[in-house]
């Protein structure tokens, strides 16, 4: 089982989502990125403690070699990487860039109207664009502050 996998099913397993995970270059850092939809205000700092308690046992077992583990939330400005992220943030608003450039242009900024059938639908001022899912490189939600 590969780390991810392993991670994905841990923290599954607890009750959270495994949002990103981040390695150094040489992978003595381990970041993992958790959220818990259904609770309302997010992880909190006694979230991300015990998923780093309960990781730490399993990376020891696992025979997982690293430095530092930091656990924490995906922030006002989380990425976007599942299909189900696309889903769940629809009517958010975003900025993307893509792998391969269509008509010229590699970042978009718009308001996520979905996914369906592969296809991410983003509104721009100028109307809708629909962009292949297998395209995009990167995804975050763009932060509103009132």
Request: net charge negative.
């Amino acid at each position: 089982m590969d780390l991810h996998e392993l991670l994905e099913k841990t923290v599954n397993g607890l009750g959270f989502d495994l949002v990103d995970v981040e390695q150094s270059p040489r992978g003595r850092i381990l970041r993992v990125f958790i959220d818990k939809p259904e609770k309302t205000g997010g992880v909190d700092v006694e979230d991300c403690a015990a998923v780093s308690d309960h990781l730490s046992r399993v990376l020891a077992v696992e025979n997982i070699d690293y430095d530092r583990l930091e656990i924490s939330s995906p922030g006002l400005d989380r990425v976007l990487k599942k299909p189900s992220d696309f889903e769940r943030f629809s009517g958010s608003e975003v900025n993307l860039r893509l792998r391969v450039p269509l008509s010229g242009r590699k970042n978009f900024n718009g308001v996520l109207r979905g996914l369906q059938n592969g296809t991410v639908t983003l509104a721009l001022e100028t109307g809708d664009v629909a962009l292949a899912f297998d395209n995009i490189d990167k995804a975050r939600l763009v932060p509103k502050f009132d």
